[in-house]
């Protein structure tokens, strides 16, 4: 969570709104007194999960596509 002004938020709405759109949350103080706080008006966009190859970093295949795993594969890593 950032921390503004209202000067400076004012100068740089563009910037801030940039940060907020990610999914920062942004607080805008005045006479150093915290007044407002910006948030997202949904959450953060996630991957696309449904995309083959989004994990390709972090699947790992245990035994055939077509056929269950047991949990000693699992468990052993074979």
Same mark, same amino acid.
């Given at each position: 969570?950032?921390? @503004?002004? &209202?000067?400076?938020?004012? $100068?740089?709405?563009? *910037? ?5 759109? #990610?999914?920062?949350?942004? %607080? ?13 008006? @949904?959450? &953060?966009?996630?991957?696309? $999960?449904?995309?083959? *190859? ?5 699947? #790992?295949?245990?035994?055939? %596509? ?13």
């Amino acid at each position: 969570m950032s921390t @503004t002004t &209202v000067e400076e938020f004012q $100068r740089n709405v563009g *910037g801030y709104l940039a940060e907020v759109e #990610k999914g920062h949350e942004l %607080v805008i103080s005045k006479n150093n007194q915290p007044f407002a706080r910006l948030v997202p008006a @949904t959450s &953060v966009p996630r991957k696309n $999960r449904t995309k083959i *190859g989004w994990a390709d970093s972090t699947l #790992k295949i245990l035994g055939p %596509v077509t056929g269950p795993v047991l949990e000693e594969e699992i468990r052993t890593g074979a």
